[in-house]
């Protein structure tokens, strides 16, 4: 049994060097995505880009992460916000465990300093109805937030 044209494939690679780990992942479909895909297909994509935009020195984690959720809500997809963990969560810190504190989610009153390497997720998911994650390195310098990755965020036609 292999993919039909308009399956949804979730990519999720790990990487290690010198006892770092770090994750990269995008959302792919066989063919042409469905058009039932594409809202929240643009979702994802602004939510991504509103996290990449708050990524920034000074900025507390809670306020990185209702960047994000913002951005769900406007476009009316709060069904579809993510709760398969931490209320908000949109990200973790790198380092030697894949999942390394700081964990990007609401409530979390930490700032964002120059040099801290995170991974944000724009995720969203229902239980039995699948969902887009995109996840992507970035280091925090004094201008914001610098991709550590060149692999296109967006991954489909």
């Not at 399956?7 to 063919?31: E, K, M, S, T």
Request: some cysteine; overall charge negative.
């Amino acid at each position: 049994m292999g993919l039909e044209p308009g399956d949804q494939v979730n990519l999720v690679c790990g990487a290690q060097y010198r006892g770092y780990n770090c994750d990269i992942g995008r959302v792919a479909f066989a063919g042409d995505p469905p058009a039932a895909s594409r809202p929240l297909l643009d979702t994802a994509l602004l939510m991504h880009g509103a996290l990449l935009d708050a990524a920034r020195p000074g900025t507390t984690i809670d306020g990185l992460a209702r960047a994000g959720l913002d951005v769900v809500r406007e476009r009316g997809h709060e069904k579809w916000e993510y709760r398969f963990g931490p209320p908000g969560y949109s990200g973790h810190g790198i380092g030697c465990w894949l999942d390394e504190p700081p964990r990007l989610q609401l409530g979390s009153t930490y700032s964002l300093e120059r040099n801290m390497v995170l991974v944000l997720e724009a995720r969203l998911g229902r239980e039995g109805a699948g969902g887009v994650t995109i996840t992507d390195p970035v280091v925090i310098t004094n201008n914001g937030a610098e991709r550590l990755s060149s692999v296109p965020i967006r991954s489909w036609a």
